[in-house]
């Protein structure tokens, strides 16, 4: 399998895209993230907060290649 995301820039994905493309609930990405199984957020302004859109990314790939 080809890695084509090596030109991908890194984004910052806010709640309701994390929650998207993973398709968690955001009681659960919180959860997994207390629990060091989920990308940790990033402080963005004083009221909100993102995620690295290639941390998440590869999150994904991991379970869908089976390592959890």
Request: contains cysteine; positive net charge.
């Amino acid at each position: 399998m080809t890695d084509t995301r090596s030109n991908t820039p890194d984004e910052i994905w806010r709640l309701p895209t994390v929650m998207a493309k993973t398709g968690y609930k955001r009681s659960s990405i919180y959860e997994y993230m207390a629990r060091g199984e989920f990308p940790l957020c990033h402080r963005i302004s004083r009221r909100s907060v993102g995620w690295s859109s290639l941390a998440v990314q590869a999150f994904i790939d991991a379970k869908l290649e089976g390592q959890e």
